[in-house]
């Protein structure tokens, strides 16, 4: 009988990596973004801190959805672009909300944004340059690391458990945008010791 066992665990870890859909609901996509971009008191420095009075520029409160076969993410921006003169700052600044859709897809096991568009119901020379500002940077620095997720999840164990996981390989092969989630396409190798 143990024999039987073993050799139908070891025919299991022999397959190749499995393919499996991951429902991502936009809740979640929330909660790991904030984990992960979102770090300081929810907000999101994209230039100063909050020491600096007159040059800084930070987004906060972001709520994620869908826009058809796009992702959609509506945050607030607050920024200033100003010098300190006597005490108080003197030149360009704003806060308003945009909203930002974007082409999400697979890099490197995290996704990554194509295509992003940034609208904004207010509309001055200083939002116009932010907007292209946000469209330029979230196209090029700001990715969902997906990989070391999946491998925690995959590899959590409960304490009265006697296997240990162990997530070989992950790839992410697409990503689709539905009403109420992100739908990952992955394939992973898991390991059981």
């Known amino acids: 009988m143990k024999a039987s066992v073993a050799r139908i665990l070891f025919a299991l870890w022999a397959l190749p990596a499995c393919a499996a859909d991951l429902e991502l609901r936009y809740g979640a996509l929330?909660?790991?973004?904030?984990?992960?971009?979102?770090?300081?008191?929810?907000?999101?420095?994209?230039?100063?801190?909050?020491?600096?009075?007159?040059?800084?520029?930070?987004?906060?409160?972001?709520r994620i959805g869908s826009d058809g076969d796009r992702l959609k993410i509506v945050a607030r921006f607050s920024g200033r672009s100003a010098l300190s003169v006597l005490g108080s700052c003197v030149g360009l600044g704003d806060s308003f909300e945009f909203t930002l859709t974007a082409a999400p897809v697979p890099k490197n096991g995290a996704i990554a944004f194509e295509n992003v568009r940034v609208t904004a119901v207010k509309d001055n020379y200083y939002i116009r340059r932010v907007r292209a500002a946000l469209e330029q940077?979230?196209?090029?620095?700001?990715?969902?690391?997906?990989?070391?997720?999946?491998?925690?999840l995959l590899e959590s164990t409960d304490l009265t458990s006697v296997y240990k996981?162990?997530?070989?390989?992950?790839?992410?092969?697409?990503?689709?945008?539905?009403?109420?989630?992100?739908?990952l396409e992955v394939e992973f190798k898991l390991v059981v010791k």
């Open 137 to 152: 940077s979230f196209s090029k620095d700001v990715k969902v690391e997906v990989q070391g997720q999946a491998k925690k």
């Open 30 to 62: 929330e909660r790991l973004i904030s984990e992960q971009v979102f770090t300081e008191d929810g907000r999101k420095w994209v230039r100063g801190n909050p020491r600096t009075h007159c040059q800084y520029a930070y987004l906060e409160h972001p």
């Open 165 to 183: 996981r162990e997530m070989a390989a992950f790839s992410l092969n697409a990503v689709r945008v539905l009403p109420e989630a992100l739908v």
